[in-house]
């Protein structure tokens, strides 16, 4: 599988507050599967929490990106940085397991260090 750019729309439009493109990069049953705390998500409930994380972190960006293609869609490993409102960086390490069906992602199971704040 070579079709990784869903997962850069995503990222752009979690950048950028626009949680509707990021939202529209998954199918309608899509699953989200967070690591750290053992929950399934739909791609509508995962939208709900991107718009607080938006709120609540002016500004957000992408850094040391690193992909891998897997015969049903990716790993992607990065830092996810957020500055909060009182100006210290978060950052985060997430590795991404993604499956892809017809140019969209149907699976997300996100590992992410919470703790890391540096």
Request: hydrophobic share 40%; aromatic share 12%.
């Amino acid at each position: 599988m070579t079709d990784t750019n869903i997962i850069d729309r995503m990222y752009t439009g979690l950048v950028s507050g626009d949680v509707e493109a990021a939202r529209d990069c998954y199918t309608p049953d899509a699953v989200i599967w967070h690591g750290f705390d053992r929950i399934t998500m739909t791609r509508d409930a995962a939208a709900e929490s991107w718009t607080a994380m938006c709120a609540q972190f002016p500004e957000r960006r992408l850094s040391d990106v690193r992909r891998q293609p897997t015969p049903t869609g990716f790993v992607q490993q990065h830092v996810w940085q957020m500055l909060t409102k009182e100006g210290k960086w978060m950052n985060w390490p997430v590795c991404l397991v993604v499956e892809v069906r017809d140019g969209l992602m149907i699976r997300l199971d996100e590992y992410l260090d919470r703790a890391a704040w540096y």
